[in-house]
């Protein structure tokens, strides 16, 4: 389908969802918002997209709301606040895990990325970036409670980097190298050019692996977020167990033992 702020194409077996408004370092408005769950089922619905990246076009990644239209039409883009609206905005939200995509989510980090950026490196399972990327948290410079951002980024990099973030505002950025210092990301590409390259190649990489394995492994690990230790193992036990008969289950030993590359079911075969 055609999108009016989203480029979303197919470079063999990696799907790109890329966010496309440049002229605001790709801020997102109301259409971007109602566009973005449409493209990442599109992507998660066709098998022969294994894996998916996610990046922007121009000098920035996301730096958020659009402010403008935030202070023109402020209830219109934020929506009503009551239970069944947050319901609803958290299984239809702008990132992959927020529209339960379970195929392998690359983040590409290029350029700024700023307060409701956060959220597409915060929902990736790889999260890679340009050497000119930054990152800044402007909320409370612009009289915005942040929340949803350190909320989810304290599951992933320590309090007080995320709440230094939050409390200098737009006053200060840090780089990639901070970043990859922190774990917020896994590894810079130099030079920033190559960040597309990369992401393809990795993207690559990852897509000769079982996309049903995958899937699986997917919802383990980020399902052991909302639950305790124990918990967390048994059900990624059983997840194990209700791959055991899968095509591929088999298909992977046989391969390993006869030297040569699987040949794995099509994504939807013998699901669990």
């Keep these: 389908m055609g999108y009016e702020t989203l480029i979303v ?3 063999g077996p990696v799907g790109w969802l890329i966010l496309n408004r440049p002229e605001v370092l790709n801020a997102q408005n109301g259409q971007m918002g109602r566009e973005l769950p449409l493209a990442w089922r599109e992507l998660d619905a066709d098998d022969d997209v294994r894996v998916i990246v996610n990046t922007g076009t121009g000098r920035g990644f996301q730096t958020g709301m659009d402010v403008k239209e ?3 039409e402020p209830e219109r883009i934020r929506g009503r606040h009551d239970a069944d609206t947050r319901r609803s905005q958290r299984e239809g939200g702008s990132t992959a895990i927020d ?3 379970w195929k392998p ?3 590409a980090v290029n350029g700024i990325c700023a307060g409701l950026g956060f959220h597409f490196v915060m929902g990736a399972d790889i999260v890679i970036a340009s050497s ?3 990152f800044t948290d402007p909320h409370v410079s612009v009289g915005q409670v942040s929340a949803l951002e350190p909320i989810g980024l304290i599951r992933r ?3 007080e980097a995320v709440a230094r973030m939050v409390f200098t505002g ?3 950025r840090f780089g990639p190298e901070r970043a990859l210092q922190l774990g917020l990301i896994g590894e810079i590409v130099d030079p920033p050019e190559e960040l597309q390259a990369r992401a393809q190649e990795l993207g690559e990489t990852i897509a000769r692996n079982s996309p049903a394995a995958m899937r699986e492994s997917k919802k383990a690990m980020w399902s052991s977020l909302d639950r305790g230790l124990t918990e967390a193992l048994d059900h990624g036990m059983d997840l194990v167990s209700g791959f055991w008969g899968h095509p591929d289950d088999g298909e992977g030993a046989r391969a390993f033992a006869e030297k040569r590359e699987p040949r794995w079911a099509p994504p939807g075969a013998g699901r669990p």
């Design 105 to 107: 989510v690359i983040c």
């Design 132 to 134: 000119d990327a930054s």
């Design 99 to 101: 529209n339960q995509v």
């Design 9 to 11: 194409e197919k470079r």
């Design 70 to 72: 935030v202070a023109s």
């Design 170 to 172: 737009r006053h200060e």
């Design 157 to 159: 990099i320590p309090f």
